[in-house]
């Protein structure tokens, strides 16, 4: 089994900082990408950021200059700074990851987290 547990949600001005963390463990042979997807009121779940194994990196245009993705392969772990945030940034937050279990090496399994909240007042 897998889990992904996320980290650092919370309430922030516009123009303020987060910083989303999300950590990988169970029974993992490999990752071979992990991201951030948003999925605000009403709305449809959309990428936000993504890094492969390779740190090949995609961001959302909405998002390309004000969050930054990064990964510790070592660690299973994968963060997201996000700044100059903006009240269209609000909403819950999910980690996602593609792994390769120790069972099934041959074969991805795409995983979320439970998802962290995210609110910029105005």
């Known amino acids: 089994q897998v889990q992904l547990v996320e980290s650092g949600g919370g309430l922030v001005q516009a123009g303020g900082s987060l910083r989303l963390s999300c950590a990988a463990s169970?029974?993992?042979?490999?990752?071979?990408?992990m991201g951030w997807y948003r999925q605000a009121p009403g709305k449809q779940r959309e990428l936000v950021a993504r890094?492969?194994?390779?740190?090949?990196?995609n961001y959302a245009d909405s998002v390309k200059g004000r969050f930054t993705i990064s990964r510790d392969n070592a660690k299973n772990t994968v963060s997201l700074q996000m700044s100059s945030l903006k009240p269209e940034d609000t909403a819950v937050y999910y980690c996602?990851?593609?792994?390769?279990?120790?069972?099934?090496?041959?074969?991805?399994?795409?995983?979320w987290g439970q998802g962290t909240q995210v609110t910029v007042s105005s």
């Open positions: 996602n990851a593609v792994i390769r279990n120790i069972q099934s090496p041959y074969y991805t399994s795409n995983y």
């Open positions: 169970g029974s993992i042979f490999s990752i071979d990408a």
């Open positions: 890094v492969t194994s390779g740190d090949n990196t």
